[in-house]
Structures are given as C-alpha cells and as structure tokens.
C-alpha cells in the first residue's frame, strides 16, 4: 500500500537558517503530493503541494518538488523565522483515492 | 479560508463510557468527511471515510461497532467511541473535503482535533 516516509525530528534552528526536511514515498501510478503544517493547538493547514512529476509547489518561502526518480518530495526553506515552528507533515494521495496517507510528522523548531 | 471545528478538544471519560465528537465544516459543504486518529509521535491513521447520507467505509483494522460514524448533513459528521476503554485515548483528527464543482482537487481541511483520554 502507499506510505510515507519523513525525517524524525525534532529540528532545532537558528533563525535565518536553511531547513531540509527530507519526505520519501511509496506508491502506484502517479500519486499527488503535499506538505501540510500545525501550527501549536491549530488544525492541519496545507503548505503547498505538487501534482505531477518535477511540478515544484511553493507558499510563504518554502519549496518542494516531486521528483518521481528519487519518489522523493523534500521541503525547503532558505531562511527560516520563529514563526515557522510548527510540525510538518509530508503527505499523498494516491490515484483514485480520496483519503490522504500522511508521514509521522517532524517538529521544527527555530530559535531566535 | 474553510474552517473546520472539533468539539470537544479536550475529553476525559471512564472505562466502559461511550463518547461523542462533533466535526463541523463551517463555510462550506462538505462532500467527505475523513476521521484519524493520531498516536503521539506517529502518523495520521485514516479511520474511515463518510459521504453525506451513506454509511462510512472504515479503513482495515478499525471496529466500525466501536467507532460509530455519523454523516448527517453536508456540515456535520460525528464520531462515537463506544465503550471506551484505556487503549482508545488517542487524538482524534477529522477533515472535510469541498472545493468548487467540477474541480479534480477538491482541498482537504482538518479540525484541530479531540484529545479523548479514557481512564
């Protein structure tokens, strides 16, 4: 079945600093792909998301792009701030499903 | 944006005690309704899947006796854990589905969950 793979964390930071969280997959035929964020006492909310293969998504400075070569969809920032502690989770939906299947999560926290 | 609420956030109840959690889509119809369930440090299971007015499809492993799911109306799913005990605490997520007709990528919205602990 499909599954997610994701870096566990937690991931200190430095404000300013640049942020890899690393996301791999495993599915049939051509699943779409996306990063959702929690912020503390907060609902999931969608960061971004790709639904081909070398499609890139972006929002609010962050990047990811689905690289189905390497079944791999890493976010990135290039300078993260406080604000963006939270924990991301790397999702997908796999063709013809309707429910996503979700990576363990991976807490990000940046100091200032 | 779509906001989906959770009630309650926080639910502490005895063993053998059956309780209830409403998920409400609030600014849009929700078409599906999903229900997770969250174990500390893990993933998001995917419990089952409800449509409007027909029976959920409940995911391998999930006791659709015990995990009663009710999707009465385009804004209101609940779940009942029925006689609960220890091994049910657990934070349970919902989300709804809606976006414009026609659209292949109908968006995903998620309450902030219910923190049901079963003493």
């Known amino acids: 079945g499909d599954s997610v793979t994701q870096m566990e964390g937690p991931v200190t930071l430095s404000e300013e600093a640049c942020l890899t969280i690393?996301?791999?997959?495993?599915?049939?035929?051509?699943?779409?792909l996306f990063w959702y964020v929690q912020y503390p006492g907060e609902g999931l909310q969608l960061l971004l998301k790709?639904?081909?293969?070398?499609d890139k998504g972006s929002n609010k400075g962050f990047e990811a792009t689905y690289r189905k070569e390497t079944t791999s969809f890493h976010l990135e920032k290039g300078s993260v701030q406080v604000s963006d502690s939270a924990v991301y989770f790397c999702?997908?939906?796999?063709?013809?499903?309707?429910?996503?299947?979700f990576g363990s999560g991976t807490r990000l926290q940046v100091q200032p | 944006g779509a906001v989906v609420s959770q009630h309650p956030s926080r639910v502490i109840c005895k063993s053998g005690t059956s309780v209830k959690i409403e998920c409400r889509s609030l600014?849009?119809?929700?078409?599906?309704m999903f229900w997770y369930r969250q174990f500390p440090k893990q993933s998001l299971m995917l419990m089952a899947t409800?449509?409007?007015?027909?029976?959920?499809?409940?995911e391998q492993g999930v006791e659709k006796d015990k995990f009663l799911i009710n999707h009465a109306s385009l804004t209101l799913s609940t779940l009942t854990v029925t006689s609960a005990h220890p091994e049910d605490s657990s934070f349970y997520i919902c989300?709804?589905?809606?976006?414009?007709?026609?659209?292949?990528?109908?968006?995903?919205?998620f309450g902030p969950g219910t923190r049901l602990t079963v003493t």
């Open positions: 999702a997908l939906r796999g063709t013809g499903r309707r429910a996503l299947t």
């Open positions: 790709a639904t081909k293969a070398d």
């Open positions: 600014d849009f119809q929700a078409t599906t």
């Open positions: 989300s709804a589905r809606g976006g414009t007709s026609g659209s292949s990528s109908y968006e995903q919205y």
């Open positions: 409800s449509n409007e007015g027909s029976k959920a499809t409940y």
């Open positions: 690393n996301c791999t997959y495993t599915a049939t035929g051509y699943p779409s």
